[in-house]
């Protein structure tokens, strides 16, 4: 099991960028995929991007791999989603998910079953 804690939203301008921090506590998590999924008002939670902790390989939704890069600290248990040129449609909450089951490629996103409990990105014009 493991505990995790979403920060770095708030306000910001269109065109700015922010960094969202993942803190993951409780276990080891070498052998995790994480991931940062976001709830736009009215509409379902979507995937934006995974990390696979065992080889740092990376995935991102269609069409948005220029504006948003994932990485991972080991020593600080912080996964980051950093954004870029931040867009209206950008406004969401914004969580951190965590499986540890087996998936030999990206695209299993039905195993994410560890979640934090978000954080608020708005971005105004």
């Known amino acids: 099991e493991v505990q995790l804690v979403e920060s770095g939203g708030g306000l910001v301008q269109v065109g700015g960028s922010l960094r969202l921090s993942c803190v993951a506590s409780g276990v080891a998590v070498d052998d995790y995929s994480i991931a940062w999924f976001r709830r736009a008002p009215g509409k379902e939670r979507r995937l934006v991007s995974e990390i696979t902790l065992s080889d740092d390989s990376t995935f991102y939704e269609d069409g948005e791999e220029g504006r948003f890069t994932i990485s991972s600290d080991a020593a600080k248990s912080t996964i980051y989603l950093q954004i870029y040129n931040l867009k209206p449609e950008d406004t969401a909450v914004y969580y951190c998910?965590?499986?540890?089951?087996?998936?030999?490629?990206?695209?299993?996103?039905?195993?994410?079953?560890?979640w934090g409990r978000g954080t608020q990105v708005i971005v105004s014009s």
């Open positions: 998910a965590a499986h540890d089951y087996d998936c030999p490629q990206h695209g299993c996103w039905d195993l994410y079953n560890n």
